[in-house]
């Protein structure tokens, strides 16, 4: 699964392309996650499970990106909570920082984001500490809905968005998860609600044009060559654009 976004959802949304960094992470010498924990059908993958990496933003000012997710994945390596062996890496699927969205592991891959629910989850975790002071940027939180769009768009099964806290008792994400799940849920009314905008303000201009030409051909209009001045620079641009043939 391609978790590229989509140009309409960038140009929508006013996001940034999605980065994959899946291949500059280390991983357990070991084990990948789908040899520890194996690889999932499609078809099983219903939820987008939402989290926060619990990290204190002032704790990271000084770690690019790139070195905040490799400190994470090192972190989970040396982990002997769920295995005696560490994790396999990096846990969650996306990871949000800086309103960037980084792919972070194989959608299919099992890894450990929420106990005895990772055979139908795909993890989203934003960057920072929601519960101890942080707040969601605007940039995250429009990411973050473009990751869910993403997602829940290419899941044949999809139910919808879970945070963590709904499935086990835990505090993550922090953050104001209901606003992603109504923004995801109504995007595609979001977007026919802005075309059909454009639409109308197009007519507005339809509208200029006929009052343009109703008083170009006016003989008793006192500005009509002005009018008709303004629709011929308009043609002008019409025919450097290719726009008179339909
Ligand atoms: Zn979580």
Known sequence: MDLLFPEDLISNLGVPQLIDIRDQLPVNSNYT?????????LEDLTTIALHHDAISKTSTAGNSDLQLATNIAKSHIRLTKNEEKGDAGFPYHVWIRNGKAYWTNNVLDRTYGVASNNGYTV???VS????NGDSLTEDDRRVLTAVCVDISKQLPSYKGIK????LNATSCPGYDYNRIKADVASYDQMVQERYRNRVNAAYNTVLRFQDLYN????PAFQFKDVALCKLE?????MVQKDYMNP
Do not use: M
């Open 128 to 131: 920072g500490d929601y519960v």
């Open 163 to 166: 945070a963590h806290c709904e």
């Open 33 to 41: 996650w789908g040899q520890l924990a194996g690889v999932r059908p």
């Open 233 to 237: 620079d308009i043609a002008a641009y």
């Open 123 to 125: 993890h989203v975790c």
């Open 215 to 218: 008083k170009a051909k006016d």
